[in-house]
T-cell receptor
Framework: GDSVTQMEGPVTLSEEAFLTINCTYT??????LFWYVQYPGEGLQLLLK?????DKGSNKGFEATYRKETTSFHLEKGSVQVSDSAVYFC????????????FGTGTQLKVEL | EADIYQTPRYLVIGTGKKITLECSQT?????MYWYQQDPGMELHLIHY???????EKGDLSSESTVSRIRTEHFPLTLESARPSHTSQYLC?????????????????FGEGSRLTVL
C-alpha cells in the first residue's frame, strides 16, 4: 500500500538556522506530494505541493523537490523563524484514489531565539 | 481563506454519553473527510464522503458514524463515548475532480474538535 515516512522529531533549531525535514514515500501509482503545516491549536493547512517528478513546490520560504529516483520530497528552508514553530506533515495522493491523502506521522519543529 | 468550521472546539464528557461533532463548509465542496489525530500527532482517516448520501469508512476502523444529508454538513456521531475515544477529530473538505488532473490533494481543514471522555 501507499505510505509516507518522515524523520522523527522534535526538531529544535535556533532562529536563522537551515531546516531540512526528510520525507520518503512508497506508492502504487504516480503520486502527487504535499507538505501540510499545523500551527499550535489549529487545523492543517497546505504549505506546498508538487504533482510530477522534478517539480519544486515553494511557499513562505519553504521548498521541496519531487525526486522520483529517490522517492523523496524533503522540506527545506534557508533561515527559520520562531513563527515557523509547528508540526509539518508530508503526504501523498495517488491519481484515481479519490483525493484521499496518506499522511506521514508529522515532525514537530521548535525554533528558539 | 478556508471556510470550514467545527464545533465544539473542546468537549469533556462522561462515559456512555452520545456526542455529535459538527462540521460545516461553505465552499461547495463535494468531498468531505474526518481524520482522527492521536496524541502522537499521527493522522488517521476514519470517514469520507463523495457527496450527498455518500459515506465511506476510512483506513482506521472507528465506532463513530457519519451522515451527509446536505453538501455543507458532515457530522460525526458517537452513540456511547468511551475513554478510548479521547482524541482530536479534524474535518476537511476538497473539490472532487475526475480525469487526468484529478487529485490536486488540497484539503481544507477545520480547526479540530478535541474530545476528552472521562
Amino acid at each position: 500500500g501507499d505510505s509516507v515516512t518522515q524523520m522523527e522529531g522534535p526538531v529544535t533549531l535556533s532562529e536563522e538556522a537551515f531546516l531540512t525535514i526528510n520525507c520518503t514515500y512508497t506508492a502504487t501509482g504516480y503520486p502527487s506530494l504535499f507538505w501540510y503545516v499545523q500551527y499550535p491549536g489549529e487545523g492543517l493547512q497546505l504549505l506546498l505541493k508538487a504533482t510530477k517528478a522534478d517539480d519544486k513546490g515553494s511557499n513562505k520560504g519553504f521548498e521541496a523537490t519531487y525526486r522520483k529516483e529517490t522517492t523523496s520530497f524533503h522540506l527545506e528552508k534557508g533561515s527559520v523563524q520562531v513563527s515557523d514553530s509547528a508540526v509539518y506533515f508530508c503526504a501523498l495522493s495517488v491519481r484515481g484514489g479519490g483525493n484521499k491523502l496518506t499522511f506521514g506521522t508529522g515532525t514537530q519543529l521548535k525554533v528558539e531565539l | 481563506e478556508a471556510d470550514i468550521y467545527q464545533t465544539p472546539r473542546y468537549l469533556v464528557i462522561g462515559t456512555g454519553k452520545k456526542i455529535t461533532l459538527e462540521c460545516s463548509q461553505t465552499m461547495g465542496h463535494d468531498k468531505m473527510y474526518w481524520y482522527q489525530q492521536d496524541p502522537g500527532m499521527e493522522l488517521h482517516l476514519i470517514h469520507y464522503s463523495y457527496g450527498v448520501n455518500s459515506t465511506e469508512k476510512g483506513d482506521l476502523s472507528s465506532e463513530s458514524t457519519v451522515s451527509r444529508i446536505r453538501t455543507e454538513h458532515f457530522p460525526l456521531t458517537l452513540e456511547s463515548a468511551r475513554p478510548s475515544h479521547t482524541s482530536q477529530y479534524l474535518c476537511a473538505s476538497s473539490e472532487f475532480r475526475t480525469g487526468r488532473e484529478a487529485n490536486t490533494g488540497e484539503l481544507f481543514f477545520g480547526e479540530g474538535s478535541r474530545l476528552t471522555v472521562l
